[in-house]
């Protein structure tokens, strides 16, 4: 493998049950959450995946983090296949990969103090280091994460701290080991505005300093256009466009790319053209794994995209998408 | 034009076990027929509690304290329930917060609608089936659906019958709250997209309550930027855009990152919204802002007119001109 590939992931895939009809008449429906999505991140990179919700972004990073069992398909991390390792190894592994997740209010428990809630790692990852030098360890990270002075954080409840603070420490617990890669699953969709900006800021500034690798889970484009070196763009369960980007938004080339660009850019033309844009059509994730997925809100759907599942096709720079007629319709309107 | 609905000095305190929180306090602000007015603000700031007491719907431990609220001519805060009664609906509507949970799960939708309609008109069963069916076709729905229960339609489509039902009885203003909160991004424009032409086609007055920066300054006309319970601006959406006077309103704006503009780094804004329990006499702002200085921190700013049509409560902006 490439040395400067952090991760990789090939042919991922994850199915769920879906249960349906009366006690006599169960019918067992496979929806596919994840479908054979393959990509790789670089050392140092910030992959974002946006999609909407019920696309499979947190199902991903929630395998890549071994906090769900894949159906199928391999994850490279640093050389090791996280699919086949032992539980002991991938315990080891973790220090070196730790997730931020979405709700500050959920994820820090309550009735533990800052101090005890950043301890955690480091018991469970360094419990040879004696305890004053974890103390330090815990200020070093409050510090980092621009809550000063560490002090007057240290002793205090997570009730006592604002949405905004709850979230640094919460990304304070994922780099106090100082890992590789981190997985951030939309840490700034439960913050208000003015709050946001200063965590964006902070997970920037924390990937200069620490050298990380991120995969920034979103679903706002803007959002991820200021964070991401790259895009990967899902649609139930599919990597439908991905590349650089500056690429992805200047010419997006998947048809669902297009509509979602052009709602953030310039809403008033999205508002004039939404029928050349987009249909109304329903999303149906237990769908047969015939065809095109976008099939039914797509406005240049050709025979071919009802029968068979469009490959992702290199663009060139990077950058590929998951479309049959993505060259015909790009030619019709430019 | 005609002034649709003015809103003069309205104040509205709720009362606590720790004291009085002053949720909305001095807020004015008008609206023309005909147009959108995004009302925005962090959440907390008193978007909904405007809203709700625009339609007298503030209870216990809430109460509207001062002002008016004048929709035709008439002060709603003065108003009986009968008056209200027959000015809800056939008036003024709303398109609730999370339309997922407005609608009643165990009728079908199109029960819902011509129950609101039978109630607030004079007109036969038939013809509110028919007009429920014209509705959901407005919508974008089809018409047969008005027999599906709620459970049936997905988000969207949950709220655009939401939408259906705010249009009833042809009122002449509607008030948004946050309905596109919890869509999906798409999804959340259509529903947006359909609101704006309605709003077009019927020469509808709206008020877009939202926490969406991008999304409002596409779509209104004019917005009404609240912090902490205070109205902090007021203009048409160019001059909020390239002519911010507020300094919330320009922290707001270097806070929103921007598609057209990737490279531009956002800057958040430092500190924490103020609790509003017994807040003393201050710009609610003074905590958080770069330019606060001794008046900021004893005494409270007017809302003032700084150039024409362009209204801002800020000391530095009305020294300035007198």
Redesign the interface.
């Known amino acids: 493998m490439d040395n400067s590939v952090l991760l990789k992931v090939n042919q991922l895939k994850k199915t769920f049950i879906k249960k349906s009809g009366t006690v006599f008449n169960r019918k067992k429906t496979e929806v596919y959450a994840v479908n054979n999505v393959n990509f790789e991140i670089k050392k140092g990179e910030i992959l974002g995946i946006i999609g909407?919700?019920g696309c499979g972004k947190t199902t991903t990073a929630r395998m890549v983090m071994r906090l769900m069992e894949e159906s199928s398909g391999e994850i490279l991390f640093e050389g090791n296949n996280l699919c086949t390792i032992k539980n002991a190894e991938t315990n080891r592994l973790r220090k070196n990969m730790q997730m931020i997740f979405q709700d500050p209010y959920d994820t820090l428990n309550p009735g533990m103090r800052i101090v005890d809630i950043l301890m955690e790692p480091l018991n469970a990852h360094e419990k040879n280091l004696p305890s004053n030098e974890k103390l330090k360890r815990v200020i070093e990270a409050i510090e980092s994460i621009e809550l000063k002075p560490a002090e007057d954080y240290l002793y205090r409840y997570p009730h006592q701290l604002?949405g905004?603070q709850r979230q640094r420490i919460a990304i304070a617990r994922a780099v106090i080991l100082k890992p590789s890669f981190i997985a951030a699953d939309e840490p700034t969709s439960m913050l208000?505005?003015?709050?946001?900006?200063?965590?964006?800021?902070l997970l920037l500034d924390l990937r200069k300093k620490m050298g990380l690798t991120m995969l920034f889970i979103t679903?706002?484009?803007?959002?991820a256009?200021?964070m991401c070196d790259r895009i990967a763009v899902m649609y139930q369960g599919r990597i439908v466009e991905i590349g650089p980007?500056k690429k992805i938004?200047q010419s997006p080339s998947h048809p669902y790319t297009i509509?979602?660009?052009s709602?953030?850019?310039?809403?008033?033309y999205?508002?004039e053209n939404?029928e050349k844009l987009?249909l109304?059509g329903?999303?149906d994730s237990t769908r047969k794994d015939t065809g095109c997925t976008f099939v039914t809100r797509c406005p240049h759907q050709e025979k071919v995209c009802h029968s068979k599942a469009p490959e992702i096709e290199a663009l060139g720079n990077g950058h590929a998408v998951a479309c049959h007629c993505h060259s015909n319709w790009l030619e019709k309107t430019s | 034009m005609s002034t649709v609905l003015s809103i003069e000095n309205l104040s509205t305190f709720f009362k606590t076990d720790k004291g009085i929180v002053r949720a909305v306090e001095d807020v004015t602000f008008s609206l023309e027929e005909g147009e959108m007015l995004g009302l925005i603000g962090?959440?907390g700031c008193g978007k909904t509690t405007v809203a709700q007491s625009i339609l007298r719907l503030i209870e216990y431990p809430g109460k509207v304290v001062s002002g008016k609220v004048i929709l035709n001519g008439k002060d709603l805060l003065k108003a009986t329930d009968d008056e209200l009664y027959s000015l809800r609906w056939k008036e003024i509507s709303v398109i609730p917060q999370s339309a997922m949970n407005a609608l009643n799960p165990v009728y079908t939708v199109g029960d819902q609608i011509i129950e609101a309609i039978l109630l607030h008109e004079k007109v036969s069963k038939s013809e509110a089936v028919k007009r429920t069916k014209t509705l959901l076709e407005l919508v974008?729905i089809d018409g047969e659906r008005q027999k599906s229960f709620p459970h049936e339609f997905?988000g969207g489509m949950k709220q655009r019958v939401a939408i259906a039902m705010a249009l009833a009885c042809n009122p002449k203003l509607v008030i948004s709250d946050e309905s596109t909160t919890g869509l999906?991004?798409?999804?959340?424009?259509?529903v947006?997209?359909l609101i704006?032409?309605l709003q077009k086609k019927m020469n509808l007055s709206v008020i877009l309550i939202s926490?969406d920066?991008?999304?409002v300054t596409?779509?209104c006309e004019k917005i009404a930027i609240m912090y902490a319970g205070k109205l902090v601006e007021w203009a048409t959406t160019e001059e909020i855009l390239n002519n911010p006077k507020h300094p919330y309103s320009k922290?707001?704006l270097?806070?929103?990152?921007?598609?057209?503009d990737?490279d531009r780094?956002?800057?958040?804004?430092?500190g924490?919204v103020p609790n509003l329990v017994n807040i003393p006499k201050c710009c609610r702002f003074h905590t958080r802002c770069p330019y606060a200085f001794d008046r900021c921190l004893n005494e409270s700013p007017e809302l003032r007119e700084v150039t024409p049509g362009h209204y801002t409560a800020c000391f530095l902006e009305g020294d300035k001109n007198g």
Do not use: C, W
Not at chain 1, 263 to 268: G, Q
């Open positions: 909407e919700s604002s905004g208000d505005v003015s709050v946001r900006a200063g965590i964006l800021n679903h706002d484009l803007s959002t256009s200021y980007t938004i509509a979602l660009v709602v953030v850019k310039d809403l008033n999205f508002i939404r987009i109304d329903e999303v | 962090e959440s974008g997905s999906d991004v798409l999804t959340q424009a259509q947006i997209a704006k032409n926490h920066l991008p999304m596409a779509i922290a707001l270097n806070a929103t990152p921007n598609l057209s990737p780094e956002v800057v958040s804004i430092p924490s």
